[in-house]
């Protein structure tokens, strides 16, 4: 068996008060206070419990609260890594302790500094604020109603290797670590514990009456690197954006706009217009352009032999999805390729490109291949 995995915190500067329980009452009032006791921060606020039915009244303030406790809480199923963040929070509530969806709530949340990585100095995920904006939420009731939804400046990375990735290396193959501690019923795990509690709260989001009045990602970097070629491939999205208008289950569609540069060349816009009834309809408008087909040269290394010199590829794409069934018109152009010397490595394959390309190419230098999806069902 699994040696438990000890967990060390403490808050100092800890302030309870109440007038007590009187004994014609069922309620409790409290008010408290503490610091963190291993990094900065503080929260504050006010505590009402019947102790009859458990229904309870909330008011807290969270102060740059470091959330240092969450990395001890990692070891029970990531093999390795670092956490840091940092919570603000002004949240209004009434629920019960017994029913997590026996709650209405309000208020601001704000995650800060998050990163989570290799090492301290190497993240794999991080973002500079997740913050939300909340008018009502009240599951019992179907109410998701938020004023904004926002993040800034998030960056995620993901590595592929020769036998995993950098995900299953950290969580096990396809996730076995964290099942595992899942399966375990007689171990808390703060993690799981708060992954369960949005889960509970989010699952009738979408059959539920919901608002957003702003949604966006500003400024996001999405880094690809893959180890199993002949040569390092990589490949990243920044800065990256994407802003939604009112996003209203009461409107016929909502409507978000995407665009990002490119690394290390070209361009990137999209649109996506979404039914908020319904997850089986939307339509997706994408285009990539004056991407340089040399920053390929891994792949057709790998599979052909045969290097680029010079070209671009632009790709574009038109999605209609209707009750989950799918028409779409793709087409991909390369323009200009040049080959280049055949690359001899006994961990390569060979494809006759030089012949192949005089097939393909079309008047003006340039490779077209457009294909068209009809109406199927949940063609992906």
């Known amino acids: 068996s699994n040696p438990i995995m000890p967990i060390g915190y403490f808050i100092k500067n800890v302030y309870i008060e109440s007038p007590g329980k009187y004994w014609n009452k069922d309620v409790i009032d409290i008010a408290f206070a503490f610091k963190s006791g291993i990094g900065t921060g503080s929260v504050k606020g006010k505590f009402m419990i019947n102790t009859e ?7 807290a303030k969270a102060d740059t609260f470091d959330l ?17 963040a940092f919570l603000d929070m002004d949240i209004r509530a009434t629920g019960n302790l017994k029913d997590a969806e026996n709650l209405s709530a309000k208020g ?12 301290n100095e190497e993240d794999y995920a991080s973002f500079k604020q997740l913050t939300i904006e909340m008018i009502e939420l009240n599951p019992m009731k179907k109410k998701y109603f938020f004023d904004s939804i926002v993040l800034a400046s998030p960056y995620l990375k993901y590595e592929r290797y020769d036998s995993l990735d950098n995900i299953q290396e950290i969580f096990g193959v396809k ?15 703060l993690i799981l514990e708060i992954a369960k509690y949005v889960s509970t709260l989010a699952k009738n989001f979408l059959v539920s009456n919901y ?3 702003k949604f966006a990602i500003y400024d996001a970097d ?14 990243g999205l920044n800065p990256l954006t994407i802003k939604a208008d009112s996003v209203n289950k009461s409107r016929n569609w909502v409507h978000l706009n995407i665009t990002s540069g490119i690394v290390p060349y070209g361009n990137l816009t999209a649109t996506l217009h979404l039914n908020p009834k ?16 040399p920053m390929f040269n891994p792949y057709f290394v790998t599979y052909t032999s045969f290097p680029l010199n010079r070209g671009s590829v632009e790709f574009r794409s038109n999605w209609t999805v209707r009750n ?26 060979w494809i006759p490109m030089p012949l192949i390309m005089a097939f393909v190419t079309e008047y003006g230098n340039a490779v077209s291949y457009t294909h068209l999806t009809l109406p199927t069902n949940r063609e992906v």
Do not use: C, W
């Open 53 to 59: 039915n458990l229904n309870y009244r909330l008011a």
């Open 68 to 84: 240092k406790i969450i990395e001890q809480y990692l070891k029970d199923f990531a093999n390795y890594g670092k956490f840091r």
């Open 108 to 119: 601001r949340i704000a995650i800060n500094d998050f990163h989570f990585g290799k090492t």
């Open 175 to 189: 996730g076995s670590n964290v099942k595992s501690a899942n399966a375990n019923p007689d171990k808390f795990n």
């Open 211 to 213: 608002k957003i009045n």
């Open 222 to 235: 999405i880094q690809y690197v893959d180890y199993t070629l002949y040569e390092k491939f990589s490949i």
């Open 278 to 293: 319904t997850n089986d309809d939307f339509d997706i408008n994408f285009a990539m352009q004056k991407v340089s087909a």
């Open 324 to 349: 989950g069934n799918i028409k779409s018109t793709n087409n991909l152009i390369l323009l200009d390729p040049r080959l280049t010397k055949k690359v001899k490595n006994k961990d390569t394959k």
